[in-house]
């Protein structure tokens, strides 16, 4: 794994070396062979986590990258894909709440970011309609059946997920303590989603 890995990015730090010759670099990464293993073996990390391969790498993309905002015609530049492969992949960032989709006033084009500053929190945050909604439909499917093995395994899913919920909201509080405590705050201007 860890060849096939080396070997990917070392074919893509000589493709952009090569083609940073034929026309400019279209990004300020192209031929740092380093910074391309950072977003291939996140990417891989997502990727293994369950998230598609594509949305894998445009997230490792963007979280390692120094830009705050992309189109898509610039994610696609970056990372050497056809706008359509980037399409479907940022619809399915934006749905899981990985990116933020925005528009500039007066712009046609929608632009990408990440919830910078908090980002890990924010997913966890997320999650919690979802949470909360598997544990209604649970204790519902549960209530509603007669006593016996899938009852109970409904109930204790319906607990399983109350308990997540509620860690969820401690573990973002504590977080936020966490990182005043390491002077992680973003910096001044940054945006944070409402």
Do not use: C, K
Not at 44 to 55: E, I
Not at 75 to 86: N, R, T, W, Y
Not at 147 to 171: D, N
Request: no cysteine; net charge negative; aromatic share 8%.
């Amino acid at each position: 794994m860890a060849q096939d890995e080396h070997s990917a990015t070392a074919s893509r730090a000589h493709r952009h070396s090569q083609d940073a010759q034929n026309s400019g670099p279209a990004t300020a990464h192209e031929t740092d062979e380093a910074w391309w293993r950072v977003v291939d073996r996140l990417a891989l990390v997502f990727s293994d986590g369950g998230l598609s391969r594509m949305p894998a790498r445009v997230f490792a993309f963007v979280l390692v990258d120094d830009d705050e905002r992309y189109t898509a015609r610039q994610l696609a530049d970056g990372l050497q894909v056809s706008p359509a492969a980037i399409s479907g992949a940022l619809q399915s960032l934006v749905s899981v709440g990985l990116l933020a989709r925005e528009r500039e006033p007066g712009s046609r084009a929608d632009v990408y970011r990440v919830y910078d500053g908090d980002v890990w929190a924010r997913i966890m945050q997320q999650r919690e309609p979802v949470t909360a909604r598997y544990e209604s439909v649970l204790r519902e499917g549960a209530a509603a059946l007669a006593p016996g093995q899938g009852a109970r395994r409904l109930h204790e899913s319906a607990e399983y997920m109350s308990f997540m919920h509620q860690t969820i909201r401690q573990a973002v509080m504590q977080w936020h303590e966490y990182r005043r405590q390491l002077n992680l705050d973003p910096p001044a201007g940054s945006r944070h989603p409402s």
